[in-house]
């Protein structure tokens, strides 16, 4: 049974960090593509992060140069590290795996929210 289960989520400051994490289970986590989405209620899923399975990473222009993607195979655990947060970084954030002609998995969300 393939589970991803993300943690880290919570309240912070405007200028204030978080660092989510997706732990995967159930897959061989290693050859997976990761990604991080977020989501505000009434929009539409925008995809934040991406890390392929050799590490290379992308961004959302809205994130750029503020979060950092990265991945630990030892642990099956994608990391986001989010920076300078704003209010408009609030959402609930999923990871999910990408791998070509698979449908992906997903993580059940965590909420960040980003308030004075």
């Known amino acids: 049974q393939v589970q991803l289960v993300e943690s880290g989520g919570g309240l912070v400051q405007p200028g204030g960090s978080l660092r989510l994490s997706c732990a995967a289970s159930?897959?061989?986590?290693?050859?997976?593509?990761m990604r991080w989405h977020r989501q505000v209620p009434g929009k539409e899923r925008e995809l934040v992060a991406a890390i392929t399975s050799g590490g290379s990473t992308n961004y959302a222009n809205s994130v750029k140069g503020r979060f950092t993607i990265s991945r630990d195979n030892a642990k099956n655990t994608v990391y986001l590290q989010m920076n300078s947060l704003k209010p408009e970084d609030t959402a609930v954030y999923y990871c999910?795996?990408?791998?070509?002609?698979?449908?992906?998995?997903w993580g059940q969300g965590t909420q960040v929210t980003v308030s004075s």
């Open positions: 999910s795996t990408f791998r070509a002609t698979i449908d992906p998995y």
């Open positions: 159930g897959i061989v986590f290693s050859i997976y593509a």
